[in-house]
């Protein structure tokens, strides 16, 4: 089984602009084709489907359900995405979220509010979205007490980029995340990876933050335990 691992999207950012959703838009065709080819049934998203967490413009949701959520859902793609700080109505909880509230609708897409663990055959993922103070010992108790091998989440991990060449400070320190094999993070844009964390990285370039730097999504095979990176070729810089 193959499953495809994918950092934030950001839909609605720069305030809807279209020449930023046609570049959107172009990368999702491509995401998708991949996804067809390679036999890929199953998406993990790692949180900020959304830019804007106090408003989504009906422009922006037009937008995200003709070019990603009604091509996955008609596809039978099993889409399973977290809550991310963007996609949050208040400051710290997670009580209102823009996912919950406009993605129910679609059969085969699943909104993660709360620790869960995934079962995908022999593999087990735990999904942590955003934590902030209404959930922070949640679920750091869930991840503690957790017999599963790889975790999906938003987290904010210390001394990785948050931006090229600024390490993030005041976070999660490393070592919280050790009894896993692995960790895949969004919330930072830049790619990055150290021990056992990676930083997917944002799936295409949104700001010039994001020039020359590396751009995708992640394929995990879950018959060998082991992952590559598919690189977006499509450039907005």
């Not at 109505?89 to 699943?110: A, V």
């Not at 993030?168 to 930072?188: A, L, P, R, T, W």
Request: charged share 20%; with cysteine.
């Amino acid at each position: 089984m193959k499953i495809a691992i994918i950092g934030d999207l950001h839909i609605g950012v720069k305030s809807s602009n279209e020449v930023m959703m046609r570049h959107q838009a172009r990368f999702f065709n491509f995401f998708l084709n991949e996804l067809k080819n390679r036999g890929v049934g199953t998406i993990i998203q790692l949180g900020d489907i959304w830019d804007n967490r106090r408003q989504v413009n009906f422009r922006a949701l037009q937008f995200a359900q003709e070019t990603f959520f009604e091509p996955i859902n008609d596809a039978g793609i099993e889409l399973h995405t977290l809550i991310g700080n963007h996609d949050i109505f208040y400051r710290e909880t997670l009580d209102i979220n823009s996912s919950g509230l406009l993605l129910h609708p679609y059969k085969h897409i699943h909104v993660y509010d709360e620790p869960t663990t995934l079962n995908f055959e022999k593999v087990s993922f735990d999904i942590i979205p955003w934590m902030c103070n209404d959930n922070k010992n949640i679920c750091m108790e869930y991840m503690k007490n957790s017999k599963s091998d790889y975790c999906c989440g938003h987290f904010e991990i210390n001394n990785f980029e948050v931006m090229k060449g600024i390490p993030y400070e005041n976070g999660i320190d490393e070592e919280k995340f050790g009894k896993y094999k692995q960790v895949f993070s969004g919330h930072f844009h830049i790619r990055s990876h150290r021990g056992n964390i990676t930083y997917v990285g944002t799936p295409y370039e949104l700001t010039w933050g994001d020039y020359n730097t590396p751009k995708g999504f992640l394929i995990f095979d879950t018959e060998t335990n082991s992952w590559e990176y598919v690189e977006n070729p499509i450039t907005y810089f």
